[in-house]
């Protein structure tokens, strides 16, 4: 069945912790008018989506789709990683929508990845892809997001829902295990994600320097990767290092959870911002480091997702799929 004409434009947004982006969908696949907010610059999200219909002069938009950085669970969303929270019923009420679909945001990335370009992704290590086996989408950026896209028997593919992210950190080595008791004294638990991400950049830089005696600067992610891939810093190239490990190793756990011998597909945007450095890093040591599943992992192939907006286009393709089976 196709969609009615007057379904569009559609407004899509893609909401972090750090940034919201959105983009207005006027045809299948055709996104116009992207722009990035700073959600800092806004003390709720229906004051940022006001602030970009504003912008782009588009109020008409009838419906939407939001693609965030949280659990969805029901009609009430807390964010972990920023202060927002809305119900999503009153959202839609108070916006003027027909439709209001939010869904994860690395549910939106995995759909996404049907549909990027050979020139959008970087490979790194591994040989062919299993055309009929789950894909492992996983990310750092202000969190870090883990979903898959996994094939249905009508040649269709459903993305999963989940928060691997925030599973509980295993530490591979002694350096790892210092990690882990710095941050278990810190935080208490201790998830991937504290290691993972922008601000786990930072952390085990922090963690470095305690060891060393070393009294630590006040550092940024991009500081550390700037000082690290200049050379002026060691400690922040050991802490570049071994943020690649620990993302081998996560990657290649829920590679081995998901079976995901379609390959693992890297998003967010940490490591695009040095991926000439990633492609020699030791993360794809460390992903195939498995024992009796070395060659397994092996065999999988690694991309770096270099698009854009990946989660605009992903989320656009489930509202898609939403208004589809609405029979709009």
Sequence with gaps: MSIAPNTYPRLLADIGGTNARFGLEVAPGQLESVEVLACHDHATIVDAVKCYLKSIK????????????????????????????????TTRQALGFLTLLV???????????????????????????????????????????????????????????????????????????????????KYGHVSAERF?????????????????????????????????LSGKSPLCRLTLDIFCTILGTVASNMALILGARGGVYLCGGIIPRFIDYFKTSPFRIRFENKGRFDAYLAAIPVYVVLA?????????????????????
């Design 58 to 89: 588009r109020p008409s938009v009838r419906h939407a789709a939001f693609a965030i950085a949280n659990p969805v669970v029901g009609d009430w969303i807390q964010m972990t990683n920023y202060h927002w929270a809305f119900s999503i019923e």
């Design 196 to 228: 993972l991400s922008g601000a786990g950049l930072v952390l085990i830089h922090e963690a470095l320097a305690d060891r060393e005696g070393i009294k630590a600067e006040k550092m940024t992610p991009e500081i550390i990767s700037q000082q690290a």
């Design 308 to 328: 854009k907006y990946p989660g605009i286009a992903g989320v656009g393709i489930a509202l898609e799929n939403h208004l589809r089976k609405e029979n709009v």
């Design 103 to 185: 869904i994860n945001d690395f549910s939106a990335q995995a759909y996404s990845i049907a549909q990027l370009k050979e020139e959008e992704l970087v490979q790194v290590g591994g040989t062919m892809c299993a055309i009929d086996a789950p894909k492992l989408v996983i990310g750092p950026g202000t969190g870090l997001g883990v979903s898959a896209l996994i094939p249905c028997c009508d040649g269709a593919c459903v993305a999963l829902a989940g928060e691997g992210g925030h599973v509980s950190f295993a530490p591979f080595d002694d350096t790892e295990v210092m990690l882990w008791k710095y941050a278990k004294k």
